[in-house]
Structures are given as C-alpha cells and as structure tokens.
C-alpha cells in the first residue's frame, strides 16, 4: 500500500536545495518574511508547504503524484544546467523537461490559489445579485475553500499547452558574475511586462513583451520571453553590475507571496523595499481586476 503524503509543498524541496546550504547532513534555508518582517533560518522541508494542498489523504493524490514525478526529472535536469551553464548543451528532451517544470510552477502555488480565489469573489460581487437561484447556489460553493482547491488541482493538470507554448518563447541564461546572489521566492516564476497594452492585461504567454523570470540558483537564472521584442538578445548573459542583480531580486519580493529565500543572511535589499512601499508586504494586496 502507497503512503499517502500529508506536508505537500508548493514549491519543492528539489528547487529550494539550489538556495540552500548544509547544516550537518541537512539542507537549510534563509528567508526573509515580508508579512512580519523577519528573518530566519529553516530545514527546506519546513517551508512553502501546506498540509494536504494539493489532495487530501482520503483521496487518489493524484496532482501530488504527478508533481512528484516532474520534480524527479527536473533535478536532474537543472543539475546539469547549473553545471555547464549553457542552455544549448540542453538536449531537446530535457529543455522540454524544463518547459514542463517552468509551467506547473507557474500554476501550482499558493500564490496562484489565492489569485482565483479572488477571481471567483470578485465576480460574486459584480454579477452575483444578477444570477439567477440556482447559479447563484453554484457560484456560491465555488468559492468554498475545497471546492477552490479542485478547481486549482484542474488547472494543474491541464498544463500541456503552457509547455508547449513556453518551449518556443525566447530563453536567456543569466550568469551571475558578481558577489551578491539571485534570490528564490514562494513564487519563483515571477512574470513582468513594461509595456502597457491597455486596455487589455498584459501578463500572459502571448502577450507582447512578456517576460518570466526564474532564478535557478544564486549564480544562474532564466529568463523566458517574448520572441517579438527580445528576438535579437543573445541566449546568454554574463552579469557583472550589481544593478542587474536588483531587479531580478526586485521581482522575487515584490511577486512573492509570503516569502523570499537566500543561502545567505542579508535581506538589506528586501527590507528596503518593504520601507519604500509597505503594500508589498500586504497579505490583501489587490492582485487583480475584473473588469
């Protein structure tokens, strides 16, 4: 008989060990907390998890199982990665093991949990009064933290086409040539655009301009983006001004939900942010709009 798994994390302990460092036998982490402010040290098997997340203990465990399964051949892949540093030495297999990853983390955190959760309040409180009984009902329990959790399991498992779509974008690797290290987050895929395309949204795979950044370890990160307008960059960059380092920090914090992690204790960077502009730090920031 399958144990069944009860601590169920949202970003994996497969990736958080790129950000970590030894403690005795042991993998530890350092984050910085924007809620509270804090910092401290954790076991990566202590962090970015909850409690039956994904798929209760009474249940197949189905999504858990298939993450387990993407994570194992992940670790392989970003191992080699970090090591040769070249995006090119990558065999068509295993960039589309990479694809693959990229697109369930994009998915699979809490931070996305909480974005259609507020999704689905937002149109109760715009079209809800105007539904009729029965609808009304089922808009209802749509918006039951269980009911949130399967829709989100859903979404998970259809992840194909994201892969798909990520695989012919635009990819860069970032060599980090300086002292100061990438930062991870409980959001790693934090996705960008600059360029305004009001009156419509601009954070999605076919948008122009759309950039995701997602650090791989504190000397290596990725950047996958639109082909239209970064077609002529080169595939990889070396960094050596510390300026270049901010903004990929800047992303981790400001797109988190909760937490940013380090291998290492100075989060001088983060607090500054945090003093310039508090709702960062928001639990109840608004994320979205509907419209």
Known sequence: MENKVIIQHYVPRAYLKNF?????????????????????????????????????????????????NIEAKFDIVIQKL??????????????????????????????????????????FEKYGDKLAPNLKKQAINS???????????????????FK????????????????????????????YNEVDLSP?????????GFEMHFPISPKVALIICDNRRFMNLPSKEIIKDYRRIVRERDLQV???????????????????MIKENPKIKDSNRKRLTIK
């Open 200 to 208: 419509y949204g601009n954070l999605g795979l076919e948008c122009f």
């Open 143 to 161: 918006m039951k933290k269980d009911s949130i959790r399967k829709t989100h399991n859903n979404l998970i498992g259809d992840m194909e086409k």
């Open 164 to 191: 798909k779509r990520i695989k012919n974008l635009k990819w860069i690797l970032l060599i980090n040539k300086t002292k100061f290290p990438f930062w991870a987050s409980d959001n790693p895929v934090a996705e």
């Open 82 to 123: 970090i090591s040769v540093k070249e995006i090119d030495k990558l065999s068509v297999e295993e960039k589309d093991i990479l694809a693959e990853f990229i697109s369930y983390q994009m998915i699979r955190t809490k931070e996305s949990r909480i974005m259609l959760e507020d999704v689905f309040k937002q149109f």
């Open 20 to 68: 970590s460092y030894f403690n005795g036998k042991e993998c530890y982490i350092w984050v910085f907390d924007k809620e509270g402010e804090k910092i401290f040290q954790t076991n990566i098997k202590k962090i970015a998890f909850e409690n039956e997340f994904y798929d209760k203990v009474s249940e197949e465990q189905t999504t858990e199982k298939t993450l387990r």
């Open 254 to 272: 400001r797109y988190s939900t909760r937490f940013t992690f380090s291998n290492e204790n100075n989060f001088s960077f983060a607090q500054m």
